[in-house]
């Protein structure tokens, strides 16, 4: 492949990762999430060695050996941000129901219930679960 084709296609790539992180959409941060991945791979690029984009692994995280290093702590880190994701989600309908006297009136089970559907659980989390498990699925 040609050097110029090759800037091309990353440069392409990294405008439509900025553009579908903008449009907010998860199916076109993970289609430019894996187009940049395929771009890397046919370019021969790959290692086990060199630390992963911050759409592969937010977090940064790695540990082990230094073979696969950054892809386990991207898998690991991913799926930490979507447990502290749910587990805010839950401290919101906690909250909720301890200062919504009409909710604690109800008792722990229905007022729970909803205090969760007053917090939207578990809609609101679809966001980050979305965004989250391309990247995991490709690490």
């Known amino acids: 492949i040609a050097v110029e084709a090759v800037v091309a296609a990353q440069t392409i790539s990294m405008a439509s990762r900025g553009v579908a992180s903008l449009a907010g959409s998860?199916?076109?941060i993970s289609a430019a999430g894996r187009a940049a991945i395929l771009l890397q791979l046919s370019q021969c690029e790959y290692t086990d060695y060199s630390?992963?984009?911050i759409a592969q692994s937010p977090t940064q995280m790695?540990?082990?050996t230094a073979s696969g290093y950054y892809y386990r702590g991207g898998v690991v880190g991913s799926v930490l941000l979507?447990?502290?994701?749910?587990?805010?989600h839950l401290l919101?309908?906690?909250i909720v129901f301890y200062y919504n006297k009409g909710f604690r009136s109800r008792g722990y089970p229905e007022g729970y219930?909803?205090?969760l559907y007053r917090v939207h659980f578990p809609s609101f989390n679809l966001m980050p679960y979305?965004?989250?498990?391309?990247s995991i699925i490709t690490t």
Not at 130 to 134: A, E, I, R, T
């Open 26 to 28: 998860p199916s076109t």
């Open 62 to 64: 790695g540990f082990g």
């Open 113 to 115: 219930k909803a205090a």
């Open 130 to 134: 979305m965004s989250l498990m391309p």
């Open 82 to 88: 979507l447990f502290a994701c749910c587990a805010l």
């Open 92 to 94: 919101a309908a906690g």
């Open 51 to 53: 630390p992963l984009e």
